[in-house]
């Protein structure tokens, strides 16, 4: 099981958001039970003992649950194998001999920081446009006023579990932001706690989105690169709240 | 919002909020609900591409009862309104419906277009310099914007073909569509063509059909299961029976060998139209 | 030594009955009229569980906020990867919990070390935490009829835990988080992420502002307020090989104690039984498996060292289960503390297991013989399938290895009850303070005390500090105080961008664990404490002669960022052993070796050492000074802990 194999490492450098990027190649010798990040920590070490500057990448957690970390493995978002973050990727998903094609996510609303790390600060525009339930510290009821169906909460915990590491964007042709938006509005639109709010929520979140990211067209890229493997189906429930919201909202604020 | 100190790593938004229009209108101006726009275009033209493909059945029948089906499609109403009202209403409608079909596609893949070139890198529309690797996404659903320029193109192409006549020439006989369409598919490069195109559709409805579900949010975890089994049967049916028409001319299987009129537009319909009655 | 007491350490505890104080002493508490809560500038630093729920209620509440994180992103911040659950006595199981016993347990479970009257409030704003997480839309475990689950954690004999599946801590931070980004959006709440905090200000005494780092453009800048929350976490990774995330660290607790605050309790801090032994020597983190696969795994290890077969080879009659053996009523259940100490010893007496030979077996065959296959993977099939991304062996036919790993510190910055350190306008919440744990925390504990903190005890005390400061303005950014600090910290980047030096930083921060680990780890005894002691200045001396540090300061640099905090974990890992040096006794996460039963328990010194350490720092290279806080009981017997 401690195997070694050797691999090529073909990475993106980029100095800086307006600097022309390149790839750079660099051969690599791991054990396979090495995680993906701990084979480009052993790279940069090397790199710091030649004298070249690291390769920027972020990560933090590295228990696939804080989505810092976030890597384009030879063309997939967070590698190959399914349902798993680049943190918990895996040497022992490689064979001898393989070449690595590492680069960052991108979209125009991912720009690219340094190296791999990009900027993903959109999604936190679309939470900060209504990705939340207005409760005031010590304005909660007693929590088991309202009791939530266990089919509910259980669906909805299947969207609350996305982890915000863009690789949705990433993964999608369209660059569409479809899956993250959709998970934190189907996430919320699932509780009783968040119906008050479900049409404003929905349509507020949903234009912030479309300032940023691209439109959907139902390709289900995104699902595939998902580490916690959030359902398409949140899409379509967003895509019908959405419609609903605008005739909603007007009624309403009273204009019908 | 989001303080970064260094405005140079401030995410610019890919586009600015525009002034809202009323309502219904408002809902055409996001992505989303142009997407809404979309599938209820889509379940017309697939609908009326479906109904077309199995009214066309008629050439098996023959040229008086594919004459017959012709001039019912004209006489639809009845003696109520004036005749061919209706299917002119049909035709402005489907004329509207492909219209807002088109500009959404085309509005919508500029934004996405837009939200993918990153910050000005990469040249051309590649979002990954490294090549990508696709998983779900099928090659019907990739080709949506090739499959929909070859379709809007063929539509030209076939009406100008066998609604217009205009290279058919002295051939074209207004008003009898089996002898149009037995001799415009009788030339092999027109089958072809023909045949090209309708794979282009059925890759497009193929993707389009099943899109129809998740853009509309149409979804019932007990029913989702049926979905792409539903678009692939509406997909190939149409390719089936739109294939049958120039495979079976060019076999020879319809052909104006044992055709009891003759082919004109003045005795020739007449005729057609009595072998019609008297079936 | 004789430690000697100081009026520093007053915790200034209200008096009256215990179980009415917080509530009588929200009434005594200054108040800030609403209208003048905008004249008031906060800054809280973190934007964890703790932060982000502080910010959030401060926003709420009308104080003008900002908000620091090092992150991308509030919502990365690490209290994002606990798993287990919240503790909340709300008693809904109806098996006989309380606010009281909640406490109860909490003081016995920290071995007596923690204070009493914080602890206390700590149990009775528990309930509250649960009321607003379900109200922000967590999703918490429900049962069929719609109410919520709990489940017992830990070894606590009620059901009190609260949890969403495996993700508790993921789903109560995106909660805080989801209001901290309600108040962003209202402009309460000034958000500025990727800006790492690299002072603190103080300014006649009193704290008046932070120097920070924008991590993308390097920009040093200084923010004043008049008050500073620091929420930063805890110190783990000072053992570079810990469950904590990579970028946790200690700095900004670290800086504020250079700046005056006392540091308490360094030597506590908590060994987690159950986690992924490293597979080599470059291994950057441990992964946790959930405390809960010892209700069904049996630990044990080959009985003969240096055993070379595979483990479904080793007879029954040849395997050790080791802690079955010694405590027959607790069995594999014992506390963390145990557990990791019992691991310990078999490992290091050649037992151990797996390629390293640095692990113990955890074996889940007897308990698929028995429910099946399929009742264990309801139960633990994604911890399962964790293990088998990690370790590429699948637990269904191959015990797990595990091995115990730094995961809390109970130690931290000193606070009083209105969780204000020894700085006035200058106070830590959550695991950066080291108030509610006392030398050992609870299961569960942890998500509790941060959102405490947060949401219903900081917004109180806050204001009757403030009160008194209606009309000052805060210190301008161009006093003389923020100019020497921003050049001090221009000074410090440059020196470290200018050693010409040979090594990377994690190849010290890797050595400097090591020496953390084996010494100031599960077991430390004297001879160990006063090597380390002079094994690190040594290592450090080395660091900042042969650290290689690349690139500029005004790009994002990682290594810039690091070499800060591990020069930091420096001055820290030193004070820790002096800490666990001068307490001889053995208490919860501090095990002397010197300070055992007969039978291998911790030995508390009641007499002696029942009080809390708080040191002074007097300088660089100048001993810290030890204070002290003595601890009284007036509510919870002592008692010795068995569980033979």
């Known amino acids: 099981m401690n195997d070694t194999i050797s691999v090529t490492i073909k990475v993106w450098r980029q100095e800086n958001p307006d600097a022309p990027g390149r790839f750079e190649t660099h051969p690599q010798e791991i054990t396979t039970d090495a995680s993906f990040l701990e084979m480009l920590d052993l790279l940069n070490e090397q790199l710091n003992d030649r004298g070249e500057e690291p390769i920027v990448f972020e990560s933090d957690c590295r228990e696939g649950i804080c989505g810092t970390c976030g890597l384009m493995i030879n063309g997939r978002a967070h590698g190959p194998q399914k349902a798993t973050a680049t943190c918990q990727l895996h040497m022992r998903e490689f064979e001898d001999g393989d070449e690595i094609v590492i680069e960052p996510f991108r979209a125009a609303g991912f720009p690219v920081i340094r190296d791999l790390a990009v900027d993903r600060s959109p999604l936190d525009h679309i939470i900060e446009s209504g990705g939340f339930i207005s409760v005031g510290s010590g304005a909660a009821p007693d929590a088991n006023l309202t009791p939530v169906a266990r089919e509910a909460a259980e669906k909805a915990f299947d969207a609350a579990a996305c982890i915000g590491c863009g690789a949705c964007v990433a993964a999608c042709p369209n660059s569409a932001a479809q899956l993250f938006t959709s998970a934190k509005v189907g996430h919320m639109a699932l509780l009783p706690q968040g119906q008050p709010e479900r049409w404003s929520r929905t349509e507020a979140m949903v234009e912030v989105m479309e300032s940023y990211f691209g439109s959907c067209t139902n390709h289900g890229e995104c699902h595939e690169a998902c580490p916690k493997e959030i359902s398409l189906d949140f899409i379509a429930y967003l895509n019908r709240d959405y419609v609903k919201a605008k005739v909603k909202n007007r009624a309403l604020s009273g204009q019908r | 919002m989001v303080q970064s100190i260094r405005e140079r790593y401030r995410v610019q938004p890919v586009r600015a909020h525009k002034r809202n229009w009323p309502f219904p209108l408002n809902i055409y101006q996001s992505a989303v609900g142009r997407k809404w726009v979309m599938a209820l275009t889509g379940i017309g033209l697939v609908g009326f591409v479906l109904i077309h493909m199995v009214g066309n059945l008629h050439v098996y029948e023959g040229p008086a009862r594919m004459y017959e089906y012709a001039e019912t499609l004209r006489t639809l109403g009845g003696g109520l309104v004036p005749k061919g009202l209706i299917l002119w209403l049909m035709r402005f409608g489907l004329a509207g419906m492909f219209a807002l079909h088109l500009h959404a596609a085309i509005t919508l893949k500029d934004m996405s277009r837009h939200s993918s070139e990153d910050s000005g890198i990469m040249s051309g529309a590649k979002k990954y310099a490294g090549g990508r690797d696709h998983i779900a996404a099928t090659y019907a659903s990739r080709t949506m914007r090739w499959t929909g320029p070859i379709i809007a193109l063929y539509l030209l192409f076939h009406l100008a073909d066998l609604t217009w006549g205009w290279w058919l020439g002295p051939d074209f006989v207004r008003g009898d569509p089996y002898h149009n369409v037995a001799t415009s598919l009788a030339s092999l490069p027109v089958a072809a063509l023909y045949v090209a195109a309708n794979v282009a559709l059925a890759l497009h409805i193929f993707h389009g059909a099943w899109s129809i579900f998740q853009s509309l949010g149409v979804n019932n975890p007990r029913y989702n299961h049926l979905r792409r089994g539903l678009a692939t049967g509406i997909a190939g049916l149409i390719l089936v029976g739109n294939l049958s028409f120039p495979i079976l001319t060019q076999t020879g299987l319809i052909n104006e060998d044992n055709r009891p009129c003759p082919v004109n537009d003045s005795t020739g319909l007449v005729c057609l139209a009595e072998q019609a009655e008297g079936h | ?644």
């Open chain 3, 1 to 644: 030594m004789e430690p000697t007491p100081t009026p520093l350490l007053d915790p200034k505890v209200p008096n009256g009955p215990i179980a009415d104080m917080w509530e009588n002493h929200k009434f005594s508490m200054n108040l800030v009229n609403p209208s003048n809560k905008r004249k008031f500038e906060v800054i809280v630093v973190g934007t964890g569980l703790a932060g982000a729920s502080a910010a959030a209620t401060l926003g709420e509440l009308g104080y003008r906020v900002k908000s620091f994180t090092f992150h991308d992103s509030p919502r990365r911040a690490h209290s994002i990867a606990a798993q287990g659950g919240i503790n909340g006595a709300k008693n809904y199981p109806n098996d006989g919990d309380s606010v009281h016993r909640l406490f109860y347990d909490t003081v016995k479970g920290g071995d007596y070390r923690s204070r009493e009257a914080n602890v206390h409030r700590l149990a009775e704003v528990s309930v509250n935490i649960i009321d607003q997480a379900t109200a922000q839309g967590v999703p918490f475990a429900r049962d069929y009829g719609g109410l919520l689950d709990n489940r017992s954690f830990g070894g606590a004999q009620v059901s009190r835990t609260f949890y969403a599946r495996g993700q508790t801590g993921q789903q109560l931070l995106l909660g805080a988080y989801s209001a901290l980004m309600r108040q962003v959006a209202a402009g309460s709440v000034e958000l500025h992420n990727r800006s790492e905090l690299l002072d603190v200000v103080v300014k006649d005494g009193r704290a008046c502002g932070i120097v920070t780092r924008d991590l993308l453009s390097g920009e040093i800048t200084p923010h004043s307020a008049h008050a500073v929350v620091l929420a930063t976490g805890g110190y783990g990774n000072v053992y570079f090989l810990s469950t904590n995330a990579m970028m946790c660290n200690v700095t900004a607790a670290w800086r504020a104690h250079r700046r005056g605050a006392l540091f308490a309790n360094p030597c506590y801090t908590q060994i987690h039984p159950t986690c992924i032994p490293a597979s080599d020597d470059f291994q950057s983190k441990l992964t946790l498996m959930s405390e809960s696969l010892r209700n069904d795994g049996r630990i044990w290890v080959p009985s003969a060292s240096d055993e070379g077969r595979l483990p479904g080879d080793i007879p029954e009659a040849e395997r050790d289960y080791y802690l079955e053996r010694k405590y027959p009523a607790f069995g594999n259940l014992v506390p963390r503390d145990v557990a990791s100490r019992n691991a310990k010893t078999v490992v290091d007496a050649g037992h151990g297991v797996g390629p390293l030979l640095n692990g113990v077996y955890l074996d889940f065959a007897a308990a698929i013989e028995r429910d099946g296959h399929d009742a264990i993977a309801a139960r633990y099939g994604n911890l399962f399938d964790m293990y088998q991304r990690i370790t590429g062996e699948t637990p269904y036919s191959t015990p797990m290895r595990i091995y115990p790993a730094s995961h809390y510190t109970m130690g931290g910055l000193w606070v009083d009850y209105h969780l204000m350190t020894n700085v006035p306008g200058l106070y830590a919440i959550g695991e950066a303070n080291f108030s509610d744990h006392g030398a050992n925390r609870l299961g569960a504990s942890a998500l509790m005390q941060g959102l405490a903190d947060g949401y219903f005890v900081l917004p109180y005390t806050i204001g009757d500090d403030l009160a008194d400061l209606l009309g000052d303005p805060v210190v301008p950014t161009n006093d003389p105080v923020f100019t020497s600090a921003v050049a001090g910290i221009e000074d410090e980047t440059g020196r470290w961008l200018s050693t010409d030096g040979t090594r990377s930083v994690d190849h010290f921060h890797r050595e400097l664990g090591r020496m953390v680990w084996d010494n100031i780890g599960m077991a430390r005894n004297e001879r160990g404490l006063r090597q380390v002691l002079s094994d690190i200045p040594a290592l450090r001396e080395e660091f900042c002669r042969d650290v290689r540090v690349l690139g500029s300061a005004n790009t994002l640099n990682q290594s810039l960022e690091k070499v800060g905090r591990v020069a930091d974990f420096f001055d820290l890992a030193e004070l820790m052993a002096r800490d666990a040096l001068e307490r001889e006794e053995s208490c919860g996460g501090h095990f002397r070796e010197e300070h055992q039963t007969t039978e291998g328990e911790a030995r508390r010194d009641d007499e002696n050492f029942s009080h809390v350490a708080a040191w002074e720092w007097n300088g660089p290279d100048i001993a810290q000074t030890r204070h002290i806080e003595e601890l009284t009981f007036d509510n919870v017997a002592l008692s010795q802990r068995s569980y033979k």
